[in-house]
Structure formats: C-alpha cells, structure tokens
C-alpha cells in the first residue's frame, strides 16, 4: 500500500517570501503520479501541480514549483513570492499510473499561512 | 463546462436517520470517486466507480455506507443510521480517461458537509 507524509503540520511565512513545503512517500510501484493540491477556507479542492514520474523534469506553474527526488522518493513545493491568497492547507497526493484501481491517495496536510 | 457538482453542500440528520449525498460527475467523465474529510484531517479514500460498477471500495466501512453510480444520473453515497462520528465533509470527484486508465487528473466537488445531531 502507498502511503504519503507531510511531515511539517503548520508553516507561516512573511508575504512575498519563498516557502517549500515537504512530502515523502513510500510505493513498491516504477511509475506513477504526484500532486499537490490547496484547500482554501471554502474547502475547495484545488490542483495546484502535478508531476507524472517518468518525467526528469520538475513540473512548474507560475510562482509554484516542485522538488522531485525519485531515489528519495521525496515531493516538495516550493511557492516563490508567496501571496496572501496562498494561505490555504496543502495535501501531497499519490495516484499509481497504471493497473488496478488508481485513488489518490492523501497526505495529512500543512497548513500555510501567509502574513502581511 | 460545469465542474463537479455535489448536493446537498450542507445536510444535517439526527442520529439514526438516512443521509443521501448526489454527485454528478464532469460532462465526459464516468469514474467517479468519494473521499471523506474529518475535522483537522487530509481526505480518506471511501469507494471508486464507474457506471453501474464499484471498482474499489476498499475505504468503505462495512456497515451503513453504500454507494451507487447508475446508467443515469447521480452517483449517490447514502448512509444509513448516521451516528455523531459520520459528522464529516464529503467530497465528490471525477476523472477524464485515457484507454481504461484515469489520466490522474482528479476534479474535486465542493464537498458535502454533513452534520449529524
């Protein structure tokens, strides 16, 4: 069974500073999926980026990025020029990529918060 | 295109009646999935289905809860004799496919809030 930790409960940082949230990981499977997604205050489920593993390049969008170390089987974002509206909590999320019943499987989440 | 769309967004039962929870997937996708979220914690694997089959319901508990997914309509997640620990937020998502497989793009719902009295 996959499991997902997010070793680091709440993070707060300062407006406009860089925050790299952590996720490590345990799987048996070569090949597979990685996200992260951001639960506002609305309790939306939102993807913020995803990562297939096959893929040597780290995903990127806009002002977040991740740190994808398959040996270490290890999943940071990284949030460049934190914004106010990124205060949210955070869930790393596992999905196989083939055979079987795929399911996202959850980490426990960080809570962000960003300070004027 | 609509996204993921969950009703009731907020239920509230006492204990011992029946909570019904709709979920109609993305225009195209006929996986759907339900997760439930307690208080303070990540989301929890409950079932994965497609049209008239449950693939995996592996996080259902094994008593009360069930879930359907019909030719037509709503995927439906019921549960029977609702008691205080079923008092949770559930959330509803689909998948488009490629081949058989999910593409690992998920699309969450809003959730369902269910509070039980």
């Not at chain 1, 997010?6 to 499977?29: G, I, K, R, W």
């Not at chain 2, 497609?50 to 508990?61: A, L, T, V, W």
Request: overall charge positive.
């Amino acid at each position: 069974a996959q499991t997902v930790t997010q070793s680091q409960p709440e993070m707060s940082v300062q407006e406009a500073e860089t925050v790299t949230l952590s996720c490590t990981y345990d799987t048996s499977e070569s090949n597979y999926y990685l996200f992260w997604y951001k639960q506002p205050p609305s309790r939306q489920m939102i993807l913020v980026i995803r990562q297939e593993a096959y893929k040597q390049q780290n995903a990127t969008e806009n002002r977040f990025s991740v740190n994808f170390q398959k040996a270490a089987k290890s999943f940071s974002l990284k949030i460049s020029d934190s914004q106010l509206g990124d205060t949210a909590m955070y869930f790393c999320a596992f999905m196989k990529h083939r055979g079987g019943a795929q399911k996202l499987v959850f980490g426990q989440g960080t809570r962000l918060t960003i300070n004027p | 295109n609509a996204g993921v769309m969950q009703n009731p967004r907020h239920l509230v039962r006492r204990r011992g009646q029946e909570a019904r929870l709709r979920c109609s997937p993305m225009k195209g996708h006929s996986h759907v999935y339900w997760y439930r979220q307690l208080p303070e914690e990540g989301l929890k694997f409950m079932v994965y289905l497609q049209k008239e089959n449950i693939i995996d319901e592996s996080g259902m508990p094994k008593e009360r809860f069930s879930a359907e997914f019909p030719k037509e309509g709503p995927s439906i997640l019921r549960i029977q004799q609702v008691v205080r620990g079923d008092s949770a937020a559930y959330f509803c998502a689909s998948s488009p496919l490629l081949g058989e497989y999910s593409t690992g793009e998920l699309f969450f719902g809003e959730g369902s809030r269910l509070t039980v009295l």
